[in-house]
């Protein structure tokens, strides 16, 4: 079963619901998110998010709990914009649960009418429960990618990170490319050269 709702509810505020619930012969799941956006004026915007996700597999003990919020701002003019947020993560582990408190700026530069550069700049603080242990951990991320619009069509992009934690540091290169067969509708191919893994910072990156 699957509700949603998007609510404009004048020109400054904007909020969104959704909720999905599957039963199975071998797992139950539960996802409910829920965002909010109010436009302060023509550049910035403040942003609220959070998601929820449950999973169960009875008979036996095996609950998986999955929540995200984030708070933060947005900032936009013709050729710049900006995103600030501050989230709260809880996701299972391997016997237990891990919390990460997590802070990240995103920064983008167009450079003409075909060149785009960004960067990403993340820190996290991680609290992990397993097997009755606690242990704590920390990273930064620093991050650059530039894109290139070919044709209306046609994209390319660079992307590159440095991870570093309690005495380790990766680097991740990739590359990836794009087309375009209807607007907001694309088909990405990427390939990575090295990997940054974190199971936080950079999740949601190709050059993970």
Known sequence: MTSAVQLNLSD???????????RGETEDT???????????????????????FRSERPPEP????????????????????????A?????????????????????GQEAGDQLRFSTR????????????????SRAALVGARASWQLDPK??????????????????????EAGYRFADNLWLVVGYNFMEARDPVLAADDYSR
């Open 12 to 22: 400054q505020w904007r909020a969104n619901g959704r909720l999905e619930v599957s």
């Open 30 to 52: 539960l996802l409910a998110s829920s965002g909010v956006a109010y436009k302060v004026d023509q550049r910035w915007t403040l942003l609220a998010r959070q998601a929820f």
């Open 62 to 85: 095996g609950l998986q709990i999955h929540s995200r919020v984030q708070l933060g701002s947005a900032w936009r003019t013709e050729d710049r914009d900006a995103l600030f947020l």
């Open 87 to 107: 989230e709260s993560v809880r996701e299972p582990v391997e016997g237990g649960s891990r919390d990460s408190d997590v802070i990240s700026i995103q920064v």
């Open 121 to 136: 700049l993340a820190a996290r603080q991680s609290r992990e429960n397993t097997l009755g242990l606690s242990r704590r």
């Open 154 to 175: 046609w994209n390319v992009a660079l992307q590159t990170m440095v991870l570093s934690g309690a005495n380790t540091r990766s680097l991740g290169l990739g590359i």
